[in-house]
């Protein structure tokens, strides 16, 4: 009893007494799985950094990276520009930093986006059946079956280049395999007796959907977010390398390579870092993932 | 393999239409797949911001030749009318004329595709001798050391940006080392000597028996091939882990092992014969995956394949140019993917 009185105890208690103890148990039983797996908390701490980074970014540079500096052009890595500078005498490591930025920026905005259409379609698909799950779930297919970068790219063509139409033509090819998680959980609870309890209390449809089925679906919706945030970012900044995704002088890592192509063999350090710092993150997020997943879902551990 | 095939002969009566069931399946779902491939093309052709009739006559055309293309375009017909018009064209092979070539897209493409598809192959192949073996070796050695470099590599070739990749591994193999050709498919003054047969430059050139643009081109696609691999191996290799994983918990391989049958050959012939069917699934997904990823990896390399074809028809506003390509890409990726569904589905005895 006397352990009841410290915070462990409190999150460890057999018997929770409020709503608010259960839910602080269940994720503090699965931050503890989550710590034991040392490559998946290396994960979170790059992702946190990135985070970090990007919300300090304007005490930890000297310049907004925007501004040329042309007697400082492309000069290598020293103690004063820890990553040189640009074609155009910009500090390398600034521009990153304030690259991060827009990293956030893209990947968030495309999950704003993805989840909430993954959920509404594969929810209503597995919870009503029949025939709106049909057609529902044939469109998901076909959407699945798709080229991403080709069709990013056709989408960005009618668009016109650019950071929004870039996150929007991503968000267009990623949200299909959302509903159908979504779907897969809606259907494991569709039959269960909570469900049926509120049916029989008379809750509506949509209030079931959106108060019982829907935040159940969210976890697993949630780790397969994480593990795809690699791919968003590397299909944005393939979109960038391209020039069809954020436009010059917009700090935006892939675009930052493509304007470093041409002095790669001379001043290496243009076009290289920000590849790296593109690596670090998406890296983060897959170790990330992999290790939510295995906190969810131990059996998949792969 | 000799139960179900035995089986099979003392009745083949429920056999035959199961499979002819999920064939056709296969069959809808292309179709429907492929329709909503050519429906969002349409759209996008649709709502772009170029009058299809002033992209022909020219800004100085009277308006009775307007009308004429106008009427000719089927453009006053309703909307569904026109899909099914432009299905029809697809059907012919017709993409339209490109603005950059003056060419039929379609042989545009005819000309570009095997630049491609010589480059995705050799990926997906050097994916599979490499990463198989791996996935195995990982499987075996469980949470050592061995373990731990192959789940780091198959990570780090996950995150990697390949347009990146592909500038690094140019500025160390070419620039610095000089170990390979640089970017392009051949060295200038080996273009056009030989007379493109397949267009996959290799096989020309083996056909020719010209071995001196045999490995002129092999030297420029090592590298690219790589570098496109390096995904395809990742996720070969892991996906490969987790399959050999699940079998070699299973209570078969333990019987095999209590029987003294060599660790190898529990391995190979046990475990690794059942990993192979899934194997198929994955490979056909990598090998689709490839054709459309080379497009940024053709960007870096200058290689002259349909991902480079599409991009620089993209900055030309040559839309005829960029959906046809979309087209193509997407209906091969849409067919692989199909195609390897079917073979697991065909292959596997369990699903049978």
């Known amino acids: ?302 | 393999m000799d139960q179900a095939s035995s089986s099979k002969a003392a009745g083949p009566g429920p056999a035959l239409p199961s499979k002819l069931v999920k064939i056709s399946g296969v069959l809808v779902s292309l179709t429907l797949t492929f329709l909503g491939l050519t429906a969002i093309t349409f759209v996008i052709s649709r709502v772009m911001p170029v009058d299809p009739v002033l992209a022909i006559v020219g800004d100085r055309a009277s308006n009775e030749v307007y009308q004429q293309v106008y009427l000719q375009l089927g453009l006053d017909k309703p909307i569904y009318i026109q899909y099914l018009r432009y299905l029809g064209q697809l059907a012919e092979g017709d993409l339209g004329t490109s603005i950059m070539t003056a060419q039929p897209v379609i042989e545009d493409i005819k000309r570009f595709f095997p630049a491609t598809l010589e480059l995705a192959t050799i990926a997906t192949l050097l994916g599979i001798f490499i990463g198989v073996p791996m996935g195995v070796f990982a499987a075996v050695h469980q949470g050592r050391w061995p373990d731990h470099i192959v789940r780091v590599v198959a990570l780090l070739g996950y995150s990697a940006p390949i347009f990146w990749l592909g500038l690094v591994a140019l500025l160390v193999f070419y620039a610095k080392l000089g170990w390979v050709a640089g970017p392009g498919r051949l060295d200038v003054f080996y273009d056009g000597i030989i007379e493109p047969v397949s267009g996959i430059l290799m096989l020309d050139a083996a056909l020719a028996r010209d071995w001196d643009i045999f490995y002129n081109a092999l030297s420029h696609l090592i590298l690219p091939a790589s570098i496109l691999g390096t995904f395809a191996l990742a996720y070969i290799a892991r996906m490969t882990r987790s399959f050999m994983l699940d079998q070699l918990s299973q209570e078969y391989i333990l019987t095999a092992r209590v029987k003294g049958i060599p660790e190898s050959q529990v391995i190979w012939r046990h475990a690794f014969r059942n990993v192979l069917v899934q194997l198929i699934t994955i490979i056909g997904l990598t090998y689709a995956s490839l054709l459309e990823g080379s497009v940024l990896t053709e960007t870096v390399f200058s290689w002259p394949g349909i991902g480079q074809y599409i991009t620089n028809s993209l900055f030309n506003n040559d839309m005829n140019a960029v959906l046809g390509g979309t087209i193509v890409v997407g209906a091969c990726f849409v067919g692989i993917n199909m195609l390897s569904d079917l073979l697991y589905r065909l292959v596997d005895p369990r699903i049978r």
């Open chain 1, 1 to 302: 009893m006397a352990d009841d009185m410290t915070l462990r105890g409190w999150l460890l208690a057999e018997v929770p007494r409020s709503k608010w103890q259960a839910r602080s148990q269940r994720f503090y039983i699965g931050w503890l799985e989550f710590r034991r797996n040392p490559v998946a908390v290396i994960g979170l701490i790059i992702i946190l950094g990135l985070v970090g980074v990007a919300a300090l970014a304007p005490w930890i540079t000297a310049s907004d990276g925007l501004e040329p500096d042309l007697v400082n052009r492309l000069q290598a890595p020293s103690a004063e520009h820890w990553f040189g500078t640009d074609q155009l005498g910009r500090d390398i490591f600034d521009r990153i930093i304030w690259g991060s930025r827009i990293t956030l920026y893209i990947v968030s905005l495309v999950a704003i986006i993805v989840v909430p259409i993954g959920l509404v379609i594969g929810v209503i698909a597995g919870y009503l059946g029949g025939l709106v799950d049909s057609i529902l779930m044939r469109v998901t297919d076909i959407f699945l079956a798709f080229p991403r970068l080709i069709l990013a790219m056709a989408f960005v063509a009618v668009l016109g280049p650019g950071l929004e139409n870039a996150v929007l033509a991503i968000a267009l090819t990623t949200w299909s395999p959302f509903a159908r998680i979504a779907r897969a959980e809606a259907l494991t609870v569709r039959n269960s007796e909570f469900i049926l309890a509120a049916q029989v209390q008379g809750v509506s449809t949509a209030g079931i959907l959106t108060r019982h089925v829907a935040p159940l679906c969210l976890s697993s919706v949630i780790v397969r977010l994480t593990l795809d945030m690699a791919g968003i970012i590397l299909t944005a900044a393939g979109l960038g390398f391209l020039g069809l995704g954020a436009q010059p002088p917009t700090p935006e890592w892939g675009a930052m390579i493509s304007l470093g192509r041409q002095y790669l063999i001379d001043q290496w350090w243009v076009p290289t870092v920000p590849g790296i710092a593109i690596l670090v993150v998406s890296l983060g997020f897959n170790l990330l993932g992999d290790g939510l997943r295995d906190v969810f879902d131990p059996k998949s551990g792969g």
